[in-house]
């Protein structure tokens, strides 16, 4: 999002730039003084994990007459900065940054793609010579049942598919590309290293790549492994060759054909390779088989490439060749998500209260959440009443994860009394029709969470702060829904204010 502060930041990247022209003749060529200062800019908007995982990849070209030029890898990677940054990309560009008329345009292999010089809120049209990852997300047929394609076990989870994964903002960039891998595989992100904590959706999603690439293309040779399987796999084969059992199956050489046959390798939990040299030495020259014939090789581990010890370094170099993304712990909205998807998979229903209370206090792992469900819906069937109670659900909860607070019931008014005192302004200001940009935005901050976090209706709440409209209501919620997923500051006053409000 455009703010106040970023012209003022632009003039002095300009300064910057006249300053050091002696200096970055003998250091920087031009385009890469200017693309360091894009960088820059950039970073009061977008998370430094994000700088890192989607523009250090990106490589200036030439700044000739107010056009900068940037290299990038695949068209793939394009639809997905297009889609996610041209809203800030298009603020530094308007702001000056490139000189008056200053265009940011995009070289992919042999075309060039040119940055959208303003904010648009329509989609662009698509291009022919760019993939539009906007046009593909999704778009499914009636799902079919996964099929085999010659007498082997592909060992993926059928319930495993994009269509049961809950997407939100932890793993959303994740969940996009590992779809449009399904698309064209072995192409673009090739390797794909996926990591995150234990029970974020890491296994969920490498399995549905597979299924999707196989849905798609029933031909396709798919095998999905755990890093021990694939270990005791080649240890087994050791063991029958040394044993004179060269000709059955599982043999070294059988074992390697197998593997160099496949079209898309799919390997978990890769950092259990640490320390395991003979099979690294195997799994090395598979990598190399599988990516010079342009098969896809999927990773995934529990930490970063750059912090597995016990690997070698070629290989670590090897799994760095294409896109690493990472999943995060589920955000609250996204484990009510969760929760009310899972109910819905058993076909129960539970008051928002008791989901509330579960989104609270099971906060780190879709693993945990899920099991938490299986536990409440049990315990609910064989109850007196037969249906899921907060006394249940407190109970299931305090035994898998241990202590949990209840969740009182929360009010309207003590949304107002804490978006008050959050932004410092009294509660009659909020109530009032006074329109200032501070009290607007508390005001418009609390209805949000008046629908987000109670059960009253739109007009409900618009009586309760000071006889507004349900229309208020709804357009203050849509903003203020539209504002987190662009502004750092209104997604940050979000989260503490839910966090104060749940506490009390």
């Known amino acids: 999002m455009h703010t106040s502060s970023t012209p003022l930041l632009v ?40 700088i890192r995982t989607w523009f250090s990849i990106l490589k200036p070209k030439s700044f000739e007459n107010s056009i900068l030029t940037i290299t990038v890898p695949s068209e793939d990677y394009y639809g997905i900065i297009e889609k996610r940054y041209n809203k800030f990309i298009s603020n530094i560009i308007s702001s000056g940054l490139l000189g008056e008329n200053g265009k940011l345009q995009y070289e992919i292999k042999n075309s060039i793609q040119e940055a959208a010089p303003e904010i648009k809120k329509e989609e662009p049209a698509p291009d022919n010579n760019v993939y539009n990852i906007r046009q593909n997300l999704y778009r499914h047929d009636i799902p079919q049942p996964v099929q085999q394609s010659e007498q082997y076990e592909h060992n993926l989870n059928p319930k495993y598919t994009f269509e049961h994964l809950v997407k939100g903002e932890s793993n959303e960039l994740a969940v996009e590309i590992a779809y449009a891998i399904t698309n064209n595989p072995g192409k673009a992100y090739n390797p ?8 974020l959706g890491k296994t969920h999603l490498i399995h549905a790549i597979g299924n999707e690439i196989v849905r798609k293309d029933p031909t396709k040779k798919i095998f999905y492994t755990t890093t021990p399987d694939f270990t005791n796999r080649f240890i087994d084969s050791i063991s029958k060759n040394r044993a004179g059992i060269s000709q059955n199956a599982g043999s070294p050489s059988q ?69 690493t ?52 819906t049990s315990e609910s069937v064989f109850s007196k009443k037969g ?10 909860i305090h035994r898998v994860v241990g202590s949990a607070k209840r969740v009182k019931n929360i009010t309207i ?11 410092n302004i009294s509660e009659n200001q909020i109530l009032s029709k006074k329109r200032t940009k501070e009290v607007a935005y508390a005001r418009q901050t609390a209805m949000f969470l008046a629908k987000e976090l109670t059960t009253y209706t739109l007009q409900s ?3 309760n702060f000071g006889g507004k409209d349900h229309a208020t209501v709804l357009y203050a919620y849509n903003m203020i829904s539209e504002q987190c997923k662009t502004n750092n500051k209104t ?3 979000i989260n503490e204010l839910r966090e104060r409000i749940r506490q009390q």
């Open 387 to 396: 249906e899921i109670t907060l006394d249940i659900a407190e109970k299931v």
């Open 325 to 376: 993304i990472d999943i995060q712990p589920p955000s609250w909205e996204m484990r009510v998500a969760i929760i009310k998807k899972k109910l819905d998979e058993y076909q129960m229903f539970a008051p928002e209260d008791v989901i509330h209370y579960i989104a609270t206090n099971v906060k780190d792992s879709i693993r945990t959440i899920e099991g938490c469900i299986v536990g409440i």
């Open 491 to 493: 997604l940050s006053d």
């Open 461 to 463: 709440i618009g009586l």
């Open 413 to 423: 008014e003590s949304i107002i009394s804490t978006a008050a005192a959050y932004f």
């Open 11 to 50: 003039q002095e990247k300009q300064k910057d730039l006249q300053n050091n022209t002696e200096t970055r003749k003998d250091f920087l060529a031009e385009h890469e003084e200017i693309w360091n200062n894009f960088l820059d800019l950039l970073k009061h908007n977008i998370p430094e994990n994000e």
């Open 192 to 199: 794909f290293f996926v990591y995150g904590g234990v029970g």
């Open 255 to 323: 074992l390697d054909s197998f593997y160099k046959s496949l079209d898309v390798l799919i390997i978990d939990d890769i950092q259990n390779l640490s320390g395991k040299d003979k099979t690294q030495d195997f799994m090395y020259q598979i990598f190399n088989s599988l990516f010079s014939e342009g098969k896809h090789i999927i990773f995934s581990s529990d930490k970063p490439i750059n912090q597995i010890q016990g690997i070698e370094e070629r290989l670590i170099s090897r799994f760095q060749w294409g896109l």
